[in-house]
């Protein structure tokens, strides 16, 4: 018995050792992001879960992923006040294609972008009065808000370097960056035309942890 482990042992250590892992055909991940939204200066975590189809002996991607981000900022008034500021969400899905650059069975260096479908809910300070009352020691603290709620078309580009810390677990780190517009319709003269404005702009950068499954 002793013997058999010892010879296991020997075995799966040689093949780890050799980088021969077998290509997978299936991947799941998740990780978090310090995420970026550009526009209302808004930075935070972004927590994702991603869906992937290994193609071509492990050499491309298919993935599918969706993940959350909120921010609630705080706006400094006075002597221990503080007052709500802009509140940011996103619900984020995205459709990647990924090509991998390493000819390595034990890491991968992906690139590759894709298209993306956010939601967007923001709630935006318009403008903020405050003022001192000597008599109630008290301040007086009035806020416009401004909701905006909108779901946003966009693309990616990927960057993303893998290591494989056994045949079934990885180790990833990405890199990321997305643009979005919000379509318009412009009359002009009777004739209706599109026009893409521009919403907002993200970057990320994070880690997270895949699960390998579906060898060949």
């Known amino acids: 018995m002793k013997k ?27 990780g978090v992001d310090m ?17 992937a189809r290994h ?33 940011t969400q996103r619900l984020t899905t995205d459709f990647s294609i990924l090509f991998d650059l390493l000819p390595s069975s034990r890491s991968a260096l992906r690139v590759g972008g894709g298209l993306s479908y956010w ?11 405050y003022s001192w009352a000597s008599d109630q020691g008290l301040y007086n603290v ?6 905006e709620q909108e779901w946003n078309w966009g693309y990616h580009l990927t960057v993303e370097y893998e290591k494989r810390l056994t045949p079934q677990l990885a180790l990833n780190g990405r890199l990321g960056w997305a643009n979005f517009t919000r379509d318009r319709l412009l009359h002009n003269g009777g004739v209706i035309s599109g026009n893409a404005s521009p919403v907002f702009q993200s970057t990320q950068a994070g880690l997270g ?3 390998l499954f579906g060898s060949h």
Do not use: C
Not at 13 to 22: D, K, M, N, R, W
Not at 77 to 84: G, M, N
């Open 4 to 30: 058999a482990i010892l010879v296991f042992l020997v075995q799966w250590f040689v093949l780890t050792a050799s980088g021969q892992y077998l290509p997978v055909r299936h991947s799941f991940r998740v």
């Open 35 to 51: 995420m970026t939204l550009g526009g209302i200066d808004a930075i935070g975590l972004h927590y994702q879960a991603r869906y």
């Open 55 to 87: 193609l071509a002996s492990d050499r491309m991607l298919l993935a599918l992923s969706a993940g959350y981000f909120q921010r609630n900022s705080r706006e400094y008034i006075a002597s221990d006040l503080y007052a709500d500021s802009d509140q």
């Open 119 to 129: 939601y967007r809910s923001d709630k935006l300070i318009t403008a903020r009065n």
């Open 142 to 147: 009035q806020t416009s808000w401004r909701d």
């Open 209 to 211: 942890l895949s699960y």
